[in-house]
C-alpha cells in the first residue's frame, strides 16, 4: 500500500472507471508529481497561490476521501465508520498553476449536545470563519434528509461562495441521483467520485474561480552546505522543528497542543480515544518554527477494536517517524507504565530526540485524596529514569498543560534539544578528543576490544559517528555505552540519541 493518492490530474480524475479493480490500482498509485506535494520541501518553485477551501457535511458522505484526493496524500484517516474524523486537518493542493488551502473538518450535526459532536461542530465553525469558500458534501446514494437542509441554510447563511459536492456518483447511471439535491438550493451542482476522482477537476477549478488569486510565492532554494562549512562545529538551523507529541490515551496530548500554541486546535474531552487524525500546527518563537503535532494515543494491538482506533496508531507511528523532536507524555498520577516504555522505545529506536514530559504534576503536588503525600520531584524523576533506563539522555520536564504551568521551561529545552540534534563536530576535534579518552576504562573483553585509527561525524539528525577500526568486527554493546558517554561529557547532545558505525581501515 503507497502513501498517496494520485493527484487530481486529467488522466486521474476524468477517465471512467469499469471495474473494483482498476478503482484500486488507481488508488494506490503513486502520484506523477511528487513536488506538488506539501510535505516535500526538496522541490520549491513559483505558483499562484489562492485562498481557503474548506470541506464540510454529515457524518460518512466522504469528506475525508475528497480531503485526501485533493491534497495527493493520505493525510486523514478513512473509513467506513461514521464519526472518525473529529478535529480540522489542514493540506494543500495545488491545481493549474495554483495552491490552495483545504480544511477537512468532522462530520457536522448542527444542534447535538452530547460533547463530541458540539465539540466538533466548534471545530468545523472555525474552518468556515477563515474560508474563502465552502464545499458541502452530501451522500448520492442516500436520500436527502433534514440534517442536509438544516446543514445548507445554515452555510447559505454565511455569505461565502459555496459548492455542493454530491458524492458517490461512481457510475454514469447515477448521475440522475445527483439532480435531487438541487433541492438544497445550492447552484453549484458537481457530481463527484472522491474515491475513484471522477468529477474532482471539474469542482476543484470552479471552486478557484469563486477565491481569485492573492499573490506570487516565490522560494528561493537554500545554498547547499560546503564542505568546509560542515566540518567547523555549525549548528545547522532547520527551517521548521517538527514535533511529535505522543503517549497512551488521557494523558493530556491535545491538552497540550492547545497550550504550547495558544489556540484551541484540538479537541480535548476526559474520553480516551478523543483524537484520530493526526492534528498539527505552526508557531512562530523566538525567531524559530515549530510544527507541533498531536497524535492519537497509542495502545496496544489487543486494546484496540475499532478500525479508526487501529489506523489511528498507524498514523501516529508514521509521523512520530517524520518528526525531529518526540515530546512523551506521561501521566504524572499514573506514573510510568509497560506502555510508556513500549512507546518511549518506538521514539529511541527511530532516532527521534526525546523529551520526557511529566504531565498533571499540579495533581500530585498539591493535597492528595487518597491520603499520600505529595510528589517530590527529584525522587519522582528518579523513579521515571529507573523505568526508562534507555532514555537517559532525555531531560525531564515537569509540565501542567492545564493550567500552563512550566510551558516556558519546556520550550527552552525544545530549542536546546533541537539545537543539539543538529549540531556538528569537526573531524580534527573529534580525533583530538579520542586523543584524550582512556580506552582501558571502558568494561570491553579483550578479544573484542578494537583500535580507533580516527573518528569522524558523518551525520546529523541524529548525530551519527563513524570509527575507522583496525579490523572489521561488530563493536561490544558496552564498548558502544562507554565511547557514547564520553562523546556526551565532551560535547553535550542532549536529549538526542547517538548512532555509532565502525568501519576496517581499507
Avoid at 125 to 144: H, K, N, Q, S, Y
Avoid at 402 to 409: A, P, V
Wanted: net charge neutral; hydrophobic share 40%; aromatic share 6%.
Amino acid at each position: 500500500m503507497t502513501d498517496f493518492y494520485p493527484r487530481p490530474t486529467a488522466c486521474s480524475i476524468r477517465q471512467p472507471i469499469n471495474s473494483e479493480s482498476q478503482a484500486r490500482v488507481l488508488q494506490n498509485q503513486m502520484p506523477r508529481q511528487i513536488q506538488s506535494d506539501p510535505q516535500d520541501l526538496s522541490n520549491r518553485g513559483q505558483a499562484t497561490t489562492s485562498g481557503t477551501l474548506a470541506i464540510v457535511g454529515r457524518p460518512n458522505v466522504g469528506k475525508s476521501t475528497l480531503f485526501n484526493r485533493m491534497v495527493g496524500s493520505r493525510r486523514a484517516i478513512v473509513g467506513d465508520e461514521p464519526g472518525i474524523t473529529r478535529d480540522r486537518i489542514y493540506g494543500e493542493a495545488e491545481w493549474a498553476g495554483r495552491k490552495l488551502r483545504v480544511v477537512d473538518t468532522g462530520g457536522i450535526i448542527p444542534h447535538d449536545k452530547e460533547r463530541i459532536p458540539s465539540e466538533i461542530f466548534r471545530q468545523a465553525r472555525v474552518a468556515l470563519d477563515e474560508a474563502d469558500a465552502i464545499v458541502m458534501v452530501v451522500d448520492g446514494r442516500t436520500e436527502l434528509a433534514a440534517p442536509d437542509m438544516e446543514l445548507a441554510h445554515l452555510l447559505l447563511r454565511t455569505g461565502k461562495p459555496l459548492l455542493l459536492a454530491v458524492n458517490k456518483i461512481d457510475t454514469p447511471k447515477l448521475e440522475p441521483y445527483a439532480e435531487e439535491f438541487r433541492r438544497l438550493g445550492i447552484q453549484q451542482l458537481f457530481a463527484i467520485s472522491a474515491e475513484h476522482g471522477n468529477g474532482v477537476a471539474e469542482l476543484l477549478e470552479r471552486a478557484l474561480t469563486l477565491m481569485p488569486p492573492r499573490e506570487i510565492v516565490a522560494e528561493e532554494e537554500a545554498e547547499p552546505e560546503t564542505a568546509a562549512e560542515a566540518d567547523e562545529g555549525a549548528v545547522v538551523e532547520p527551517a521548521e522543528v517538527k514535533v511529535a507529541i505522543i503517549g497512551r490515551p488521557n494523558v493530556g496530548k491535545s491538552t497540550l497542543l492547545n497550550v504550547l500554541t495558544g489556540t484551541v486546535r484540538a479537541i480535548v474531552s476526559p474520553i480516551a480515544g478523543t483524537t484520530r487524525d493526526a492534528v498539527d500546527e505552526v508557531l512562530e518563537r523566538d525567531g524559530q518554527v515549530y510544527r507541533f503535532i498531536d497524535t492519537a494515543g497509542i495502545r496496544r494491538k489487543g486494546k484496540t477494536e475499532l478500525m479508526a482506533e487501529k489506523l489511528s496508531v498507524v498514523m501516529a507511528r508514521k509521523h512520530l517517524e517524520a518528526a525531529d523532536v518526540a515530546l512523551i507524555l506521561i501521566d504524572a498520577v499514573e506514573g510510568v507504565t509497560a506502555s510508556d516504555a513500549t512507546i518511549a522505545g518506538y521514539a529511541h529506536e527511530s532516532g527521534r530526540s526525546v523529551i520526557i514530559v511529566i504531565n498533571k504534576w499540579d495533581l500530585v503536588t498539591t493535597a492528595r485524596r487518597d491520603g499520600k503525600p505529595p510528589a517530590d520531584r527529584k525522587i519522582y524523576e528518579e523513579q521515571v529514569r529507573r523505568h526508562l533506563k534507555f532514555l537517559s539522555y532525555a531531560p525531564v520536564v515537569f509540565v501542567s498543560a492545564t493550567n500552563g504551568e512550566n510551558i516556558d521551561k519546556l520550550f527552552s529545552t525544545l530549542e536546546l534539544v533541537a539545537r543539539e540534534r543538529r549540531k556538528r563536530i569537526g573531524t580534527g576535534e573529534m580525533n583530538r578528543f579520542l586523543s584524550r579518552v582512556d580506552f582501558e576504562r571502558a568494561s570491553v573483553p579483550m578479544s573484542k576490544r578494537v583500535k580507533i585509527l580516527y573518528m569522524t561525524q558523518a551525520a546529523v539528525s541524529p548525530p551519527t559517528f563513524i570509527l575507522f577500526t583496525d579490523r572489521a568486527v561488530k563493536l561490544h554493546f558496552s564498548y558502544q555505552r562507554f565511547l557514547e558517554n564520553q562523546i556526551r561529557a565532551a560535547f553535550g547532545f542532549v536529549g538526542t540519541p547517538i548512532w555509532i558505525k565502525n568501519r576496517a581501515r581499507g
